[in-house]
């Protein structure tokens, strides 16, 4: 699925960026924005929830940096019960909490009986290994698995952290 909204990025050429939703009313957005905006959010939220209903079903969803966020807060608003979408299991690459206030609620949610890969880099200058790290406690752990590689922001090739996807990811489909 593309993302829906573009970007901007002050001081940096960047070729059609895109972005879930905005910390900040100019259409930017930062991981370490504390915030009361989440422009965009709601439409975002709308937008996955009718693609996975008209293109789906789908096993499951793997995402990147804010995608990742998102794919959290979407988990989080499936178990409170307040949106409609199906998948079995998460892959979270470089993700991070939310915060925006209007996130607040969400971002506290422990998410019951979803198999969860997290992937983060120690080298993560862009969301910072610590705060990718926030959101693993908030799965149930013996459904959880966690890549923690040296390097940044990025998905991870080296055949030790295929191998760890792999295993999850027939660990999840045996289910």
């Known amino acids: 699925m593309r993302i829906p909204r573009a970007c901007f990025y002050a001081g940096e050429e960047r070729t059609d960026p895109r972005g879930w939703w905005f910390s900040r009313p100019e259409h930017h957005f ?25 293109e789906g079903p789908f096993d499951g969803i793997f995402a990147f940096s804010q995608g990742a966020a998102l794919a959290f807060l979407l988990a989080a608003l499936r178990q409170r019960s307040e949106i409609a979408i199906e998948f079995k299991f998460l892959i979270l690459v470089a993700a991070f909490p939310s915060l925006s206030s209007k996130h607040a609620e969400l971002i506290r949610t422990h ?14 200058e862009l969301v910072g290994w610590e705060n990718s790290a926030k959101l693993v406690d908030l799965f149930d752990q013996d459904k959880t698995e966690v890549i923690e590689h040296p390097g940044g922001h ?20 045996k289910s």
């Open 30 to 54: 930062s991981s370490h924005d504390i915030t009361d905006l989440d422009i965009g959010f709601e439409d975002s939220v709308k937008a996955v929830t009718n693609f996975a209903a008209k």
């Open 111 to 124: 998410i019951t009986g979803v198999p969860c890969l997290h992937i983060y880099g120690k080298g993560d």
């Open 154 to 173: 990025f998905v991870p090739t080296l055949s030790a952290y295929k191998d760890i996807a792999s295993r999850f990811m027939e660990s999840v489909m």
